[in-house]
């Protein structure tokens, strides 16, 4: 069973720029979630895909949009970054709806911007 | 709202310690779903235990036990014989079965187990 993977693992750019983090969701998965994790903080969710549709959303602005693939893979883009968006970006799997509803997580992707 | 709050910020143990990290949650809903996750210097998070809001029981598995108490809102999260692999941080989070179902994070207990 492979699990959650994210791509890239680093990534430096300078306000204003725009960037796409990439996420493959586990086998068998069709839902993935998007989390925001700044320094020393708890991760903040920032919105959900299913169906290849956006299923929910945390407070976030427009600015932070996404995809899904049908192969259920996702893409989190953010346009005009701030310096405020450098973070780990955690992608997570889950089942829709499952019993279990555990969301299983990738190794983050974390963004630098200056 | 969904709120989770885990008051102790970091927390020092020597090896082979007993060690129980707080967790109290705050939802509306009837229904929940509540997750511990430790989150290693790697930076993934791994997902250790779950508990839905209808089973208080509370259980046991290898070194890791739990305290879920309705009553209380709170969701306790115990390491037996602490070890120094258990060094990391952990996160408490509340899972709300709404439009979507995300989940709410504390703000994390960083544990620290020393020989």
């Known amino acids: 069973e492979t699990g959650v993977t994210q791509s890239p693992t680093h990534l430096i750019k300078t306000r204003g720029q725009q960037v796409t983090l990439r996420c493959s969701s586990q086998?068998?998965?069709?839902?993935v979630s998007w989390y925001q994790q700044a320094l020393g903080q708890g991760p903040q969710f920032i919105f959900q895909?299913?169906?290849?549709?956006?299923?929910g959303r945390g407070n976030f602005p427009p600015r932070f949009s996404g995809l899904q693939f049908p192969n259920y893979s996702s893409e989190l883009n953010v346009n005009a970054l701030e310096l405020d968006d450098s973070a780990l970006y955690l992608c997570?799997?889950?089942?829709?709806?499952?019993?279990?509803?555990?969301?299983?997580f990738g190794p983050g992707t974390r963004l630098t911007v200056l | 709202a969904q709120k989770v709050t885990q008051a102790q910020t970091e927390i020092s143990v020597v090896e082979k310690e007993d060690v129980t990290l707080d967790c109290v949650y705050e939802?509306?809903?009837?229904?929940?779903?509540l997750f511990w996750y430790k989150q290693p210097p790697s930076g993934e998070l791994v997902f250790l235990i779950r508990?839905?809001?209808?089973?208080?029981q509370n259980e046991i598995s290898g070194r890791y036990s739990w305290n879920f108490q309705k009553s209380t809102s709170s969701f306790n999260f115990t390491i037996t014989a602490s070890q120094v692999v258990d060094s990391a941080v952990y996160f408490c989070?509340?899972?709300?079965?709404?439009?979507?179902?995300?989940?709410?994070f504390g703000t994390g207990t960083r544990l620290q187990v020393t020989l």
């Open positions: 997570a799997s889950s089942f829709w709806r499952s019993s279990y509803n555990e969301q299983f």
């Open positions: 086998s068998g998965h069709n839902t």
């Open positions: 895909y299913y169906r290849e549709e956006e299923n």
């Open positions: 939802t509306r809903d009837t229904t929940y779903y």
């Open positions: 508990r839905n809001s209808f089973d208080e």
């Open positions: 989070a509340l899972l709300n079965t709404g439009t979507a179902s995300k989940l709410t």
